[in-house]
């Protein structure tokens, strides 16, 4: 079992930035794939971005391209979002997930909601 659980969102301007993170316990995390999603009520959960176990990264959506960058630090146990640039049609709760087989995860967070004022 992998507990994760995220942190860092809130308000924020459009274009400004926040930093989201997320604390993963219960198995090791250095073989863990990690990803974040979000979620619009009423729409399905999208792929935000991926970061997998060897340190390497997925491309992100088309949304998010050149203004959020994912990372990872093992000896924290931790994954980032770094969002910059921010718009309104970001607003969204944010979710981290873990995995073993490529993109395919298996554990989620409660999520972290982020709202982007106009």
């Known amino acids: 079992q992998v507990q994760l659980v995220e942190s860092g969102g809130g308000l924020v301007q459009a274009g400004g930035s926040l930093r989201l993170s997320c604390a993963a316990s219960g198995r090791t995390f250095s073989t863990l794939n990690m990803g974040w999603f979000r979620q619009v009520p009423g729409k399905d959960r999208e792929f935000v971005v991926g970061?997998?176990?060897?340190?390497?990264?997925?491309d992100g959506a088309d949304s998010v391209k050149g203004r959020f960058t994912i990372s990872r630090d093992n000896a924290k146990n931790m994954i980032f979002l770094q969002m910059d640039s921010l718009k309104p049609e970001d607003t969204a709760i944010y979710y981290c997930?873990?995995?073993?087989?490529?993109?395919?995860?298996?554990?989620w967070g409660q999520g972290t909601q982020v709202t982007v004022s106009s």
């Open positions: 970061i997998y176990w060897t340190g390497a990264k997925t």
């Open positions: 997930a873990a995995g073993n087989i490529g993109l395919r995860f298996d554990y």
